[in-house]
């Protein structure tokens, strides 16, 4: 089975309160993206990732010699609408990998772990999950959208957090963003998408209840939340560069 990536790096990085792209923000000297780039690099999954940027951005892999192509998203309307700008550059693959520019820990195995599990699920859609102690001691992840699952433990939905119910928000297995979509689905699929959310904006997380509305089931792997931490503010920046320090510590 053949895999490309698509980055989305578009975001305009409001809350780092920063002129730098977010996604080129340094965390152990290093640019987010350039640690995402190097860990799908690594894995040797894909080598050519589709970065989604801004009209106005620098080509962002450009900071460090790194070889991306890009795509324009033109008006920042969500997600969903940024994988859908990418259909024309992305046609030569059977699977494709959708990640955000802001995760700099995301480590190769994940990568190959995520792309094996899509390839013996043989389903339409596989996503990486991860689960948090408390939100007291992982406060950063408390915005992050809920995964949802029924009786039986099938994932039924992701909700994000600014629509959940309180019942939802009290879930602690939380979406880092990390996709698997067969191809052909997705892009039959992404048009469906609605924008009837608080943001009116179209979140890729539709495409699960989706694909659980046409039959599917997703499949699931779950990774450390120290490894799924997310960027977008400069306190989760310090919790980054905290969570580095230690690791290099342990080693």
């Not at 989604?52 to 890009?70: F, I, R």
């Not at 550059?89 to 899509?118: C, K």
């Not at 007291?136 to 992840?141: F, G, I, L, R, S």
């Not at 052909?184 to 009837?196: M, Y």
Request: glycine share 6%; hydrophobic share 40%.
């Amino acid at each position: 089975m053949t895999f490309r990536f698509i980055i989305l790096a578009a975001g305009k990085g409001s809350r780092m309160k920063q002129e730098l792209p977010k996604a080129l923000t340094p965390i152990g000297g290093k640019p987010i993206l350039q640690h995402l780039y190097e860990s799908i690099l690594d894995s040797k999954v894909d080598g050519a990732p589709v970065v989604v940027m801004a009209p106005d951005q620098p080509k962002l892999c450009e900071g460090w010699n790194g070889s991306c192509d890009y795509v324009i998203q033109q008006e920042q309307l969500g997600t969903g609408h940024a994988v859908s700008a990418c259909k024309e550059a992305v046609t030569d693959a059977d699977a494709i990998i959708v990640l955000y520019g802001d995760h700099p820990f995301i480590s190769a195995n994940t990568l190959r772990r995520l792309g094996q599990m899509h390839t013996e699920s043989k389903e339409v859609l596989s996503i990486m999950t991860t689960t948090v102690s408390s939100y007291e001691e992982w406060p950063n992840y408390y915005h992050w959208g809920r995964i949802i699952r029924d009786k039986d433990g099938k994932i039924m939905a992701i909700r994000e957090s600014k629509d959940a119910l309180e019942s939802e928000l009290l879930v602690t297995e939380v979406n880092p963003a990390l996709y698997c979509f067969d191809t052909k689905w997705l892009w039959e699929s992404v048009g469906h998408i609605k924008n009837k959310n608080a943001k009116g904006e179209y979140y890729l997380t539709d495409l699960v209840e989706l694909a659980v509305a046409q039959g599917h089931n997703i499949a699931s792997l779950s990774i450390p939340p120290e490894e799924a931490v997310g960027i977008n503010t400069q306190e989760e920046r310090v919790i980054a560069e905290n969570l580095l320090s230690r690791r290099y510590d342990a080693s």
